[in-house]
C-alpha cells in the first residue's frame, strides 16, 4: 500500500493550497510590514515622505497575514519535516538501544534467572501447600484442612 492511498484523498491537494498559499500570504504579510514600518519612519526622516505616516496600518494588516502565512506553510510542509527528523533520530535511537541492550545483558540475565528461580520456588511451594496428601483435592495456599475430606494439611 503506497503512502498516497493511506491517506485522505483531499489530502495531497489541501497540502498543495497550503504550500502555494502559505508563502503567498507571509510574502505578502511582509511586504506590508516593510512598508507600514518605511513610511513610520520615513515619515520623521523628512524629504518625500514627510508629514503624518499615511500607511501605518499595513503593519497591522502585514502580521496577521505574516502569521497566517507561515502557520500554513508549517502545516503544508509538516509531513516532509516530520520524514526528515525521523530520518535523523531513528539510526541515532537504534544505536542507543543496541548499546544499552549491550551494556545491560548480563544484569538482565541475572535478574531474568532470579525472576524464574522465585516463580519456580512459588509454584513449587504451591503444589506442596495446595494439595491434601490423603485424597489429593487443591486446596488454598494458607488453608489448614483439606475442604474435600477434612484431613490436616501440612503447614
Known amino acids: 500500500m503506497s503512502e498516497e492511498t493511506k491517506i485522505d484523498p483531499k489530502h495531497s491537494s489541501t497540502r498543495m493550497v497550503l504550500r502555494?498559499?502559505?508563502?503567498?500570504?507571509?510574502?505578502?504579510?511582509l511586504l506590508l510590514i516593510v512598508i507600514g514600518v518605511a513610511n513610520f519612519f520615513g515619515a520623521f526622516a523628512g524629504g518625500q515622505f514627510a508629514g503624518p505616516p499615511r500607511l501605518f496600518w499595513?503593519?497591522?494588516?502585514?502580521?496577521p497575514l505574516l502569521f497566517v502565512g507561515v502557520s500554513m506553510?508549517?502545516?503544508?510542509?509538516?509531513?516532509?519535516?516530520a520524514r526528515y527528523v525521523s530520518g535523523?533520530?531513528?539510526p541515532v535511537t537504534k544505536d542507543t538501544f543496541n548499546y544499552l541492550a549491550d551494556g545491560t545483558k548480563e544484569g538482565v540475565r541475572t535478574v531474568a534467572t532470579a525472576l524464574g528461580a522465585g516463580i519456580a520456588a512459588?509454584?513449587?511451594?504451591?503444589?506442596?501447600?495446595g494439595h491434601c496428601p490423603k485424597c489429593g483435592q487443591g486446596n488454598?495456599?494458607?488453608?489448614?484442612?483439606?475442604k474435600h475430606c477434612g484431613a490436616g494439611l501440612a503447614v
Open 122 to 129: 512459588g509454584m513449587a511451594e504451591a503444589r506442596a501447600a
Open 88 to 90: 535523523e533520530g531513528a
Open 73 to 81: 506553510c508549517m502545516f503544508g510542509f509538516l509531513g516532509a519535516f
Open 58 to 63: 499595513c503593519i497591522f494588516l502585514g502580521i
Open 20 to 29: 502555494i498559499a502559505g508563502p503567498t500570504l507571509a510574502g505578502i504579510g
Open 140 to 146: 488454598d495456599a494458607d488453608a489448614r484442612f483439606c
